[in-house]
């Protein structure tokens, strides 16, 4: 069983930059992902189990980096430029596919999720 744990959000004002974490066992391609008030949770970024290769959401592209430790067993996904439409619960997935992958059924494990506020 595979235990996905973010930490990180929190409150920030448009522009500024929030990294968040997301600590797991074994090495698994995972994601991060976004979930909006009454919406479908969707796509932000992935990367693949190595860590060498990575794919993003056009809304996020040159904005947000995601990045992983294999050692220290964290997935990292660095926020800058924030803006009010990047508030959103925030999610870590890993898949079993050697990644990365965008398709929100490709991955089986879940975090709980970490709130992120951007205030205009």
């Known amino acids: 069983q595979v235990q996905l744990v973010e930490s990180g959000g929190g409150l920030v004002q448009a522009g500024g930059s929030l990294t968040l974490f997301c600590t797991a066992s074994?090495?698994?391609?995972m994601a991060w992902f976004r979930q909006f008030p009454g919406e479908e949770r969707e796509f932000v970024a992935a990367?693949?189990?190595?860590?060498?290769?990575?794919a993003y959401a056009d809304s996020v592209k040159g904005r947000f980096t995601i990045s992983k430790s294999n050692a220290k067993n964290i997935l990292y996904l660095q926020m800058n430029s924030l803006k009010p439409e990047d508030t959103a619960v925030y999610y870590c997935?890993?898949?079993?596919?050697?990644?990365?992958?965008?398709?929100?059924?490709?991955?089986?494990?879940w975090g709980q999720g970490t709130q992120v506020t951007v205030s205009s």
């Open positions: 990367i693949d189990w190595i860590g060498s290769n990575t």
């Open positions: 074994g090495g698994y391609a």
């Open positions: 997935a890993a898949t079993t596919k050697s990644g990365p992958t965008l398709f929100k059924d490709d991955y089986r494990y």
